[in-house]
């Protein structure tokens, strides 16, 4: 189970660090710029931790597919990006997705 929490640590840095992208315009701005850098870090530390027990097609498949759901989500709140039906019918997909990966799989490592 630690194994999957440091996943969801990974995710949230990744997540934290992509999503601070914008803002550091480009590496232009100080402080956005080390939140990316730092949240990339901490991202691949935990990933890495995670792939101890996780199998790499598992762990990436749900890294990416929360990842995207979760920065787009942060994209339409925090940055005003327009989601229409088809994001939203696409974004239910990756979740349901990483769902059945996680719940029905046997290739999925659970412990």
């Known amino acids: 189970m630690k194994n999957w929490l440091f996943l969801a640590v990974a995710i949230c840095g990744e ?3 992509t999503s601070a992208l914008k803002s550091s315009d480009g590496f232009t701005k100080l402080m956005p710029s080390i ?3 730092s949240g990339y ?3 691949f530390y935990f990933l890495a931790l995670a ?3 996780i199998p790499v097609g598992i ?3 749900v890294w990416a597919g929360l990842g995207i759901v979760l920065v787009a989500a942060i994209g339409w709140l925090l940055y005003g990006q327009k989601l229409d039906l088809w ?3 696409g974004i239910g997909l990756i ?3 990483v769902a059945v990966l996680n719940l029905l799989s046997k290739v999925s ?3």
Do not use: M, N, P, W
């Open 15 to 17: 997540v934290i660090a």
């Open 35 to 37: 939140v990316v850098v």
């Open 41 to 43: 870090a901490i991202a």
């Open 51 to 53: 792939l101890k027990s």
């Open 59 to 61: 762990a990436y498949a």
């Open 87 to 89: 994001a939203f019918v």
């Open 95 to 97: 979740i349901s997705g």
């Open 109 to 111: 490592a659970h412990g």
